[in-house]
């Protein structure tokens, strides 16, 4: 059964999701959470009364494939000091900092390709909405600012726009692009079923996304970033989701259960030449492409 993210009055609830369902169904759920999309307005400043980030205790120091020490930084979401809120950590696991202190549920936390900005959903007001916030915690601003549940966030390479999942009363997701200041929204598809997963070509000119056109059953398709040019890239009666561009923008990765279990697939970027490159009795989800050296 699909769990309902309005159920809630006050919007979407990550400790409720955790509870609701297991970690696989979870990830599924966030991923398409059962919707369509609402109309997210101008920006307005966010209550920017969160405080310097708070240092927490430090961890351990894992390294990198190499055995070099890790470089960067990893934000992430925790529960550590009673609901969910973003952090930022070392590459290493050193100096936790907790960007985000309020009583409200933040998650979905993405970096801006420059390492200056991290956006994010939020409930503080009420409902799941869009901010971003400095990348030491300061200067939160609300991105959008309507009754529908917005989240899921994703920069383009260049950083100039922001693409988003938007979920209103009728549950139907829609995939929605606006500018990282929060102009210039559009509405990429508008549709009844629920679409969801966006993810951006490397360069910048299409967004993968997955689409439950058959009820349960999800399929792959792509878009132009300023909403033409749809094209369906899978098309069987199983599911197909969770599509990862590879760096040159030539091959889409995807998880599929056409097998009999979720597999890792492969295909070009135009859905030909789909093929299976893990083959086991397992479950194998969650592609990520490393990055050109």
């Not at 494939?65 to 470089?71: D, I, L, M």
């Not at 950590?89 to 907790?98: E, H, I, T, Y």
């Not at 966006?198 to 439950?212: C, L, N, Q, V, Y």
Request: aromatic fraction near 8%.
């Amino acid at each position: 059964m699909c769990y309902n993210p309005l159920s809630q009055p006050q919007g979407v609830s990550m400790k409720s999701l955790v509870a609701v369902v297991s970690p696989l169904a979870t990830v599924l759920l966030l991923a398409f959470a059962c919707g369509d999309a609402g109309h997210p307005a101008t920006p307005v400043p966010a209550d920017t009364t969160s405080a310097t980030p708070t240092e927490a205790p430090t961890t351990g120091q894992p390294t990198g494939a190499a055995g070099a020490p890790a470089t960067g930084n990893i934000a992430f979401v925790s529960t550590r000091d009673g609901n969910a809120e973003i952090y930022v950590m070392n590459a290493d696991g050193s100096r936790p900092f907790r960007l985000t202190d309020n009583d409200a549920e933040d998650s979905f936390p993405a970096w801006s390709p420059d390492g200056n900005r991290i956006s994010f959903a939020s409930d503080r007001d009420g409902n799941l909405q869009i901010y971003v916030i400095n990348a030491d915690g300061s200067d939160v601003t609300q991105l959008t600012d309507n009754p529908a549940v917005d989240f899921y966030p994703t920069w383009s390479p260049d950083g100039s726009r922001i693409a988003f999942m938007s979920v209103d009363i009728d549950l139907h997701s829609e995939i929605y692009v606006m500018n990282a200041d929060g102009s210039d929204l559009t509405r990429l598809n508008d549709n009844a079923v629920t679409d969801g997963g966006p993810t951006w070509s490397p360069d910048g000119s299409r967004i993968a996304f997955m689409s439950a056109v058959e009820g349960a059953n999800t399929e792959i398709f792509i878009i132009n970033a300023d909403g033409s040019g749809l094209i369906r890239l899978t098309d069987n009666t199983v599911s197909d989701g969770f599509p990862a561009w590879s760096p040159d923008g030539s091959r889409i990765a995807f998880v599929s259960n056409r097998d009999g279990n979720f597999e890792i697939y492969i295909m070009n970027a135009d859905g030909s030449a789909q093929t299976n490159i893990t083959d086991n009795p397992a479950i194998d989800m969650m592609v990520a492409w490393s990055p050109v050296p």
